[in-house]
């Protein structure tokens, strides 16, 4: 299966929900709001963004005077659309001498995303470094080392309980000398709660700063798609303590409810830049909001809302000449 067919199997579950709430539907009315607000919010797209679909989408009903269940669909895809955006700057450190620090909780998939990553790019030509930075976990440095050794890059790394600072300094020593394009941090994933996680944090961003100040600096932070609000939650403690460039979601492979990507870009306003549908190195690749909304909708075509006008129009002109 290609990525995109690997992303509807992960999502079939939300998309035959919201499948349902139109395809059942005989009238627009109450009923049919109430339902579609349910499905959405068990979906993971959260309360507003939700609540925001549904206003436009009764504001477009009454604008238009629809009565087709299966026009609704095509105004929830494109409302949804637009709060995906993925800005066009989101993968601008691809043209920079780059260390990124890769955060989040434990269990999420970070160690797997940053091989993932290293592979990605180190088939694109480009010279990667990872930094073993997670030096708190047992086994996490062994962990990341076989994945580097999958993708064939260097790893750069200190004993179990040695000082994150201290292994990312000698990560950027060493991207700086060897004039890397992409350096990989592994950061431990202690509760996002912790001062002290927080602090080590802003160590590394110091770090960085002073001995390579002329990087571009990008954190993507790693979130469990399978975990739906609590994902969100974390992203949101994070981003109060420190700044967040983008996002990785993981696991959408069946366990996932898929309006977590949607929740998460609309709330935070920060942009969903990779997901992963599994556990091979292909498995995680660019975002794209409309192949994601795709899957949701089971893959309709999307109209914008100049088109349904038109197509509109048209309807009326036909039935006039009749």
Excluded at 30 to 55: N, Q
Aim: with cysteine; charged share 30%; aromatic share 6%.
């Amino acid at each position: 299966m290609g990525f995109f067919q690997r992303l509807k199997e992960g999502l079939k579950k939300t998309s035959d929900s919201i499948a349902s709430v139109f395809s059942t539907a005989t009238q627009i009315d109450d009923d049919f709001y109430d339902e579609l607000e349910e499905t959405l919010i068990s979906a993971d797209m959260g309360f507003e963004t939700t609540e925001k679909v549904i206003d436009d989408l009764k504001e477009k009903v009454e604008e238009l005077g629809i009565k087709d269940a299966a026009q609704c669909k095509e105004f929830v895809m494109n409302s949804l659309r637009d709060q995906m955006n993925v800005p066009d700057n989101a993968y601008c450190f691809e043209d920079a001498k780059t260390v990124m620090l890769i955060i989040g909780v434990n269990g999420v998939g970070k160690t797997t995303s940053i091989g993932k990553l290293a592979a990605q790019y180190k088939k694109q030509g480009r010279s990667v470094i990872v930094a073993a930075a997670d030096t708190f976990r047992a086994g996490a440095i062994e962990q990341l080392r076989t994945w580097t050794e999958r993708a064939g890059v260097d790893l750069i790394a200190q004993g179990e309980g040695a000082d994150p600072s201290a292994v990312v300094y000698d990560a950027v020593k060493a991207a700086k000398a060897r004039k890397t394009n992409l350096t990989l941090i592994d950061t431990a994933g202690r509760l996002h709660n912790k001062k002290n996680l927080m602090d080590e944090l802003a160590k590394m961003r110091r770090v960085i700063s002073r001995e390579y100040p002329e990087c571009y600096v990008e954190t993507l932070i790693v979130l469990d798609g399978s975990t739906g609000q609590n994902a969100l939650e974390q992203a949101r403690q994070f981003s109060n303590v420190t700044e967040i460039n983008g996002i990785i979601l993981t696991k959408l492979d069946g366990t996932a409810k898929g309006g977590i990507a949607v929740a998460i870009q609309s709330e935070l306003k920060v942009p969903v830049k990779y997901i992963g549908v599994g556990e091979k190195i292909d498995d995680l690749q660019k975002f794209d909001p409309d192949e994601y909304i795709n899957a949701l909708f089971e893959d309709f075509d999307m109209k914008s809302d100049q088109d349904i006008v038109v197509d509109e129009a048209i309807r009326g002109m036909s039935s006039f000449d009749e």
